[in-house]
C-alpha cells in the first residue's frame, strides 16, 4: 500500500458480491499489507483499501480497488475433477492415499439424500480411484470419501446431458478400421459422430462435410487423451459446394496434421456454401499452416474457438478471408490458449459482425511485426466492433534475423471501429511496434517476463507462478490462472 500523507492507519475491506455488502474489515497502520483471517474456503473476494486520516473523515481517500483474490480449496486429499472425469452415465473419483486409510464412498444426490455407500476394496484403494458406473445423463451427483466416520473430502459433479438426435457411435469400433470420410459421407444431417476416447484417425481419402454435424470424443474418465484426427493423406477437410449447413461442430478433439507447412484444417475455394455456426470446443489444434483459410463465396455466420489450446500454426493464421467474396461475419476465441502462431486474424472483406478476443493466453502470437488482426489495411473493418478482454500478451515470436525482433502490432481496421477493451496485461519482454495504422487495446503493462510470470512457457505449461502478477485470477486463459 502506497504510503499517503496525513495517514495514520488504513481501511482493509473485503466482498464476495463486487462491495454491494462487506463480509470483513480490518483497520491496519503498516504500509507493506494486512492479514485478514477466518475466510470462507475457495471463495473469490474483492479487496479494495481507503487511507483514513486521523482527524477529518472528510480527508479520507477513496477507495482503491486492489482486483481479486481466491482463498484455497478446503484442505483435502480428494483430487480436484478434470471434466474427462465425467461421462453420460460414470464419474472418475480420485484421491491420494495420505493419512488415515480411506475405507468408504459415499453417493449421494444433489439434496444430500444418500444412494449408496460403497466399501472400498484393497485394488481401489492402491488405485487411488473408483470409476462409479450406471448413473443418469445430466444429473447432478455428490461424492464424500471417509476413512471410518472421519470426512476426508468430497467433490460435486455432473454427469454430461444426453444426446439427443442421430448419433453414430464408433466408441467400440477399432479406429484404425473406421473410414471416418465414408463416416461423414452416409451421416444424415444432424448427426452426432462419437469417436474413441484416446483413438487415433488419419484421414487418407476426401472428407467432404455438406451437413449440420458433431464430430466428439466419446466418454471415458478412465482415459484422458482426447480422440485425435490427423489429416495424413489430404490436405485438408472439404466444404462440398452449394452447402447450407446450420451447425459444424468439433468437440474435445485432437486436430492436426503431418505437413505443418502446406496443410489446413478447412481450405475451401472456388465455392458457394454457408455456414451458420463453425465451433471449435475444447480442442487441441496444431500443425497446420492455417486453421482455416477462406476463398470464393462461402459465408461463415459465426465462428467460435472456445476452451480450446491452438498451437504451431503458420502463416495462414487461425482465421484468414484470403480474398474479397469471403466472409467470416462473427468471431469469438475465448478461454483459450495461442502460442506458436505467425498470423491470428486476417481479412481481406468487411464483416458485418463483430471480433471478441477474451479469456486467453497468447505467447509466441503474433510473429514480428505482424498484426494481431488485420483487416488488409484501413478501409476494411469488422462492422460490430472489436471486444479484447482479459487478455494475457506474453513475449510474441520472434523472427529469424540475428538478433531476433520480437515487437508486433496491433489491430488494423478502418477507424470506425469502435474498440472496447479492459483488463489485458503485456510481460515486460512483449513489445508493441510503433504503427500509425494500428489501433491498440487497453493494456496494462507488468515489469515481468513471460518466465517470470508462467510455469514453463517453452514447454507450453502458462500456469501462472507470480503470485503478485495483478491479472493472476483475472486474465488470461482460465485453465492457467491461480
Known sequence: MAKNIETNKYKVELSIDSFKTISNTLEVADTTGATIEDLLWEQLYQVRVTAIHPSDPSKNSKPALFGEVKTPRFP????????????????????????DPVTTLKLLKS????????????????????LISDLEAGTSYRIELYSGLIFRGG????????????????????????????????????????LKRGGKYEISSALNISKTLTIMSGSDPLVAAKATIGIIGISNFNITGGSNISKLSFVDLELYSNDGGGKYIFNPSGITANIDELIFDNCIIHDVRGVTRFRGAIIIGQYTIEN??????????????????????????????????????TSKNNSSGKIILSNSTFYNT???????????????????GVEFSNIILGRAKGTNA?????????IRVNAATILTSSNNFTTSDFAWRIDVSAMLPDYTGYNKTSTDIFADPANANFTIKDNGFPGKTTAGDPRWRL
Open 366 to 384: 503474433v510473429l514480428s511485426p505482424n498484426f494481431i488482426i488485420d483487416y488488409n489495411g484501413t478501409t476494411l473493418y469488422p462492422q460490430g
Open 308 to 345: 480450446s489450446i491452438v498451437y504451431n500454426i503458420g502463416g495462414y493464421g487461425v482465421i484468414t478471408v484470403d480474398d474479397a467474396t469471403a466472409t467470416v461475419n462473427n468471431i469469438s476465441f475465448n478461454n483459450s490458449t495461442m502460442y506458436n502462431i505467425d498470423k491470428l486474424i
Open 402 to 410: 540475428n538478433p531476433p525482433t520480437y515487437d508486433i502490432r496491433g
Open 155 to 194: 467433490n460435486d459433479y455432473t454427469t454430461k446431458e444426453e444426446i439427443s438426435g442421430e448419433v453414430v457411435d464408433l466408441q467400440n469400433e477399432d479406429p484404425s478400421s473406421v473410414n471416418l470420410s465414408n463416416v461423414v459421407e452416409n451421416a444424415v444431417a444432424g448427426t452426432t459422430i462419437i
Open 111 to 130: 439434496d444430500a439424500t444418500v444412494l449408496s455407500t460403497i466399501t472400498l476394496t484393497p485394488t481401489d484403494i492402491s488405485n487411488g480411484y473408483l
Open 76 to 99: 483435502t486429499i480428494v483430487e480436484t475433477p478434470v471434466s474427462s472425469d465425467v461421462g453420460w452415465t460414470k464419474i472418475l473419483f480420485k484421491w491420494r492415499n495420505e493419512g
